[in-house]
């Protein structure tokens, strides 16, 4: 792996919550694996803030913000967007930022095999990634 372009990654977390962290760290291990340097804040934020505290939450969003604006691209993971996804691809469009669109079958391609079968998922090979 090495140490490419910062790429700022996009995808659920709210709803299920441990499936969809699951996938956020497979895509942040799908970007390493194609040579991007990946920041997914919403693995790091809730470690420290209460998403359940509107305080914190919005100090979370903020933050996010700031980390956005200093990635190289966002990459939009996974066929369902969240409405804090589409902020921060309405946010990576108002800054210039290039989007990628990751589709779910890449992302699963390099989830552990554990993961995959708590999710109920089969193994599908890498598919390229779109440039919006």
């Known amino acids: 792996m090495t140490e490419g372009k910062l790429v700022y990654i996009a995808s659920p977390y709210a709803g299920d919550v441990e499936g969809n962290v699951a996938f956020a760290k497979a895509a942040c291990r799908y970007a390493a694996a194609k040579g991007y340097t990946p920041v997914a804040v919403h693995l790091m934020y809730p470690q420290f803030l209460d998403d359940r505290v509107p305080k914190e939450r919005e ?34 469009k108002r800054l210039g930022i ?18 995959k079968q708590e999710r109920g998922e089969d193994i599908q ?3 390229e990634i779109r440039l919006c």
């Open 59 to 92: 100090a979370g969003l903020k933050m996010g913000r700031r980390v956005l604006a200093a990635c190289e691209e966002i990459w939009l993971c996974g066929e369902r967007m969240s409405a804090g996804m589409k902020a921060e691809e309405a946010e990576a």
């Open 98 to 115: 290039p989007i990628r669109l990751v589709p779910s079958s890449a992302v699963r391609s390099v989830m552990e095999p554990g993961e």
């Open 125 to 127: 090979g890498m598919e």
